[in-house]
T-cell receptor, first 116, second 114 residues
Framework: DTGVSQDPRHKITKRGQNVTFRCDPISEHNRLYWYRQTLGQGPEFLTYFQNEAQLEKSRLLSDRFSAERPKGSFSTLEIQRTEQGDSAMYLC??????????????FGNGTRLTVT | EDKVVQSPLSLVVHEGDTVTLNCSYEVTNFRSLLWYKQEKKAPTFLFMLTSSGIEKKSGRLSSILDKKELFSILNITATQTGDSAVYLCAVENAGGTSYGKLTFGQGTILTVHP
């Protein structure tokens, strides 16, 4: 399977703990995105990387959230001092693009986070 | 702030029926409108629309964009139980340095009964 891969699929953690999620994009895609989706809502944009550069972060992304994409390949999303409001599905997506052109985003199956 | 509104929020039909899902949007600098189908997991890509009045078609699914009225529809003919899913509409803003920054609607939950 050469789609977007996310790990873990599920994560249950206690409030105050740190968690880290991993995303492996489609190998030829240079652009990578993190979105968050809560029940009954569409996904919300969190952050975007072009190669290894993080070019935009949403105002939704508090200081407790940090994302990296070393070497422009896989990406990690870390949430520090988790809160119950962080419970959601975290979706990673990737695309290929140059300049103005961008291919449609392809999403992974997500990591479902539950904070107790 | 960009905004996408989908209607209806939910729809229940029987196999063989034709359905039309609606998506209206507001975006400061339009680049594209996309439709996704979401079952239990990842949203899967259906269509990307950039030009007004040109219908995109894939099997029983088709979609069209009206950039003047800021509106798109997704049609599904001869529905099957496998079409049951949440259908998401999203717009991409062409402003700034970001690409793929999509604003999604709430989705339409389609249930197809045998």
């Amino acid at each position: 399977d050469t789609g977007v891969s996310q790990d873990p699929r599920h994560k249950i953690t206690k409030r105050g703990q740190n968690v880290t999620f991993r995303c492996d994009p489609i190998s030829e895609h240079n652009r990578l995105y993190w979105y968050r989706q809560t029940l009954g809502q569409g996904p919300e944009f969190l952050t975007y990387f072009q190669n290894e550069a993080q070019l935009e972060k949403s105002r939704l992304l508090s200081d407790r959230f940090s994302a990296e994409r070393p070497k422009g390949s896989f990406s990690t999303l870390e949430i520090q001092r988790t809160e119950q409001g962080d419970s959601a599905m975290y979706l990673c997506a990737s695309s290929s693009g140059a300049g103005f052109y961008n291919s449609p985003l392809h999403f992974g199956n997500g990591t479902r986070l539950t904070v107790t | 702030e960009d905004k996408v509104v989908q209607s209806p929020l939910s729809l229940v039909v029987h196999e063989g029926d034709t359905v039309t899902l609606n998506c209206s949007y507001e975006v400061t600098n339009f680049r594209s409108l996309l439709w996704y189908k979401q079952e239990k997991k990842a949203p899967t890509f259906l269509f990307m629309l950039t030009s007004s009045g040109i219908e995109k078609k894939s099997g029983r699914l088709s979609s069209i964009l009206d950039k003047k009225e800021l509106f798109s529809i997704l049609n599904i003919t001869a529905t099957q139980t496998g079409d049951s899913a949440v259908y998401l509409c999203a717009v991409e803003n062409a402003g700034g340095t970001s690409y793929g920054k999509l604003t999604f609607g709430q989705g339409t939950i389609l249930t197809v009964h045998p």
